[in-house]
């Protein structure tokens, strides 16, 4: 049986892509290789483990001898795990870069030794830093500005050495700003939502102007298989939507949603050290295999913030276990 590898597949994204992957590959086992970090939750996959479709190895792609085993006469391994969010990057940024940077270099060196036809790194589009107009493609430079984005840059520097001198049959992806249900409620749209749900405030960095572009995760996900079969070795695709908005756009459409007034429902709190005032990427690349979004956020959030009035519960024990 053939056999595919997506290390974080019990996070956010990669339990999306988890989902796709099962649709797509019908005849192949996939393995999750997780370390079950506070973003992980074994909730997002069990089904497919229920299923046997799916089986999950808690692990840490820091490891060697583990991924070395794991990725073994895989046929596709896919790189998802991270830690993902800006903010804690700021206080924990050596876990970053080991995670994000050594963790990349560790798959790699398995993926260069048991000699896998195809991989996928997942990165971001933040490896650009601030887009102030226009959008850019993927030759644009990368130009990092906080320790998240640095160590996703890093990792994708050791990837590209490994494309030159190993021959390694990678393709690499940036992405917008991903949403969808199963998001840590670290994140702006969860946190907003639990925000509403528990009557608090909103918290909102400083004038809540900063811009970003918002992919829905089923899109992503789509976009990754699609990549997985047609992706062209070594190149690198940019993947986007047109879902431009202000933090405070944002914000304003969840108070829509909970029909409460944005002045009565946020609180204005310290920015960031540093936060990148727009992302753009264009993302035609991809666009020229046949894919594009078909979700936009707008008509989403309605389903999102059933997902977490659902799911209120497990959403505050996991905040309360992270204070
Ligand atoms: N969320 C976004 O908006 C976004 C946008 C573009 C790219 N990305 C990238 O997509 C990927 C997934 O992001 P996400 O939002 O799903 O993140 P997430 O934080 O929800 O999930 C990350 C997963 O990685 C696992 N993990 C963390 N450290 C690990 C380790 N050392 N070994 C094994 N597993 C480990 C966690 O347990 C978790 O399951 C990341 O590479 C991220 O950089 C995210």
Same mark, same amino acid.
């Given at each position: 049986m053939r056999k595919i590898l997506i290390t974080g597949g019990a996070g956010f994204i990669g339990s999306h892509f988890v989902d796709a992957l099962v649709d797509a590959y019908p005849a192949h086992r996939i393995i999750v290789l997780d370390k079950?970090?506070? @973003? @992980? %939750?074994i909730n997002h996959i069990s089904a497919h483990l229920e299923q046997h479709r799916v089986q999950l190895v808690m692990g840490d792609i820091c490891d060697y001898d583990i991924c070395r085993k794991l990725i073994q006469d895989c046929d596709l391994v896919v790189h998802a795990a991270a830690e993902s969010h800006v903010d804690r990057s700021f206080h924990s940024s050596i876990l970053f870069t080991h995670t994000n940077t050594l963790g990349t270099h560790t798959i790699m060196e398995a993926c260069r030794d048991a000699q896998v036809p195809r991989i996928i790194h997942v990165s971001t589009d +933040? *490896?650009?830093? +601030? *887009? !102030?107009s226009g959008e850019v493609n993927e030759n644009g430079e990368m130009n990092p500005t906080n320790p998240y984005s640095a160590s996703k840059a890093a990792a994708e520097m050791i990837v590209n050495g490994y494309r030159h001198s190993? /021959? !390694? &049959?990678v393709v690499v992806v940036r992405a917008n700003n991903v949403y969808g249900i199963?998001?840590? &409620? +670290?994140? !702006?749209i969860p946190r907003s939502i639990m925000s509403l749900i528990d009557g608090k405030k909103i918290p909102l960095h400083g004038d809540g102007s900063n811009v970003r572009h918002y992919l829905a995760a089923p899109d992503f996900a789509s976009a990754l298989v699609l990549l997985a079969r047609e992706g062209k070795i070594n190149e690198t695709y940019n993947i986007g939507s047109r879902e431009e908005y202000s933090n405070r756009d944002v914000v304003r459409m969840l108070c829509e949603q909970f029909n409460v007034s944005f002045d009565s429902s946020v609180e204005f709190v310290a920015d960031r050290?540093? /936060? %990148?005032r727009r992302y753009s990427i264009s993302w035609e690349k991809i666009c020229g295999l046949g894919w594009k979004p078909r979700h936009n956020l707008r008509n989403d959030i309605p389903v999102v913030v059933d997902w977490y009035r659902k799911n209120a519960d497990s959403m505050r024990e996991k905040l309360k276990e992270l204070c």
């Open positions: 079950m970090t506070y @973003a @992980a %939750d +933040e *490896v650009y830093g +601030e *887009v !102030l190993f /021959n !390694l &049959p199963r998001q840590f &409620p +670290e994140k !702006l050290p540093f /936060n %990148d």
